[in-house]
């Protein structure tokens, strides 16, 4: 049995896992392998690792990209099960396969470009968010997708209302639903506030980012979900994960381009944090002084609310990381 890590790559879809594993560099050597994405299949995933690699979980190095949620499953057995997981995100291993001038794309292709990622960059291993950042995660996602459906309904029903002729029984069948999703999100509100007071940990991050003045009961929800959930060293690193880094493009003397935003992170998490930054503009001194220098430096209003969403953020990771509540002088 060999003590060198050995390095897989799956690419992952709803029904089937597709496994390379990279038995060697240089000239290129790959064993495939696919299986079904079932617990069952990620116990013969597993196995057959162990029984053709020789070497114990501890030293296979699974590298893999975030889909959806259908990665979850796999990642979470393989991490429980002693491996290296490592999650990669998509536009750098887009990069990577770039570099190496690889311009095709499948399932089998691209585990041998997550093998060789693997391989090359060593990537941090991940670790799992805990239990209790999982549910919360998963009851904010639930009360999101309630949220976004009764908006919809509401906006079926102002269109209809502007018709001079309409169904009667349409309109109350829109209402019948607008009212059921009130009052389910009303339950589910009430269910993560629940949640969120079995944790002696999860209440007190509640408590410290509520002391931030644009920050509310949801919004700090939200951001617990999101610093709590990975290793976070750095504030910026949030920011980053976010997508709220710029992204500069100059070169020599003529090229100057306007600074952009990475975007590499979720939109719709950006788009939670619209709101908590209009408020805070408005209520923090922090961020409305600093919003209003951008201003008075002649930055488009939007650059300028942009970075007032990236200062909002650090100074949320800052009242975590410190356990203190806010200050105007942190």
């Given at each position: ?197 079995r944790y002696p940990g999860l209440k007190n991050d509640q408590k410290l980012l509520e002391t931030i003045p644009g920050i509310g009961s949801l919004s700090a929800q939200r951001m617990i979900a999101l610093i709590r959930s990975r290793d976070f060293h750095k504030a910026s690193e949030v920011a980053a994960f ?31 944090l619209f709101m908590p930054v209009v408020a805070a503009i408005t209520h923090n001194p922090v961020i409305q002084k600093f919003y209003k220098k951008l201003l008075d430096q002649k930055k488009h209003q939007r650059a300028a609310m942009t970075a007032a969403m990236r200062k909002l953020v650090h100074i949320c ?14």
């Amino acid at each position: 049995m060999t003590d060198t890590v050995v390095s897989i790559g799956i690419d992952v879809a709803k029904d089937k896992l597709q496994i390379a594993w990279l038995r060697q560099l240089q000239p290129l050597q790959v064993k495939p392998k696919s299986l079904p994405n079932t617990p069952k299949g990620h116990e013969e995933l597993l196995d057959w690792l162990l029984k053709n690699t020789g070497v114990t979980a501890g030293k296979l190095r699974i590298t893999l990209e975030p889909t959806n949620v259908y990665h979850e499953g796999v990642a979470l057995y393989l991490h429980e099960h002693g491996c290296q997981v490592c999650l990669v995100n998509p536009k750098q291993m887009n990069d990577f396969a770039a570099s190496l001038g690889s311009l095709s794309k499948n399932d089998c292709k691209d585990s041998v470009m997550l093998a060789r990622y693997g391989w090359e960059r060593n990537p941090r291993v991940w670790q799992p968010a805990p239990l209790e950042i999982r549910h919360l995660h998963a009851l904010l996602g639930r009360l999101d997708t309630l949220q976004d459906s009764l908006q919809q309904e509401k906006n079926r029903l102002d269109t209809l209302q502007m018709q001079t002729q309409y169904s009667v029984t349409v309109k109350k069948s829109l209402e019948a639903s607008i009212a059921y999703l009130e009052e389910s999100i009303k339950q589910l509100r009430q269910q993560i506030d629940d949640h969120i007071g079995r944790y002696p940990g999860l209440k007190n991050d509640q408590k410290l980012l509520e002391t931030i003045p644009g920050i509310g009961s949801l919004s700090a929800q939200r951001m617990i979900a999101l610093i709590r959930s990975r290793d976070f060293h750095k504030a910026s690193e949030v920011a980053a994960f976010v997508g709220l880094i710029p992204v500069e493009h100059t070169s020599g003397t003529t090229v100057r381009k306007r600074p952009r935003l990475s975007r590499r992170g979720d939109p719709k998490l950006r788009g939670k944090l619209f709101m908590p930054v209009v408020a805070a503009i408005t209520h923090n001194p922090v961020i409305q002084k600093f919003y209003k220098k951008l201003l008075d430096q002649k930055k488009h209003q939007r650059a300028a609310m942009t970075a007032a969403m990236r200062k909002l953020v650090h100074i949320c990771f800052g009242v975590l990381k410190n356990q203190q509540v806010f200050s105007p002088a942190m």
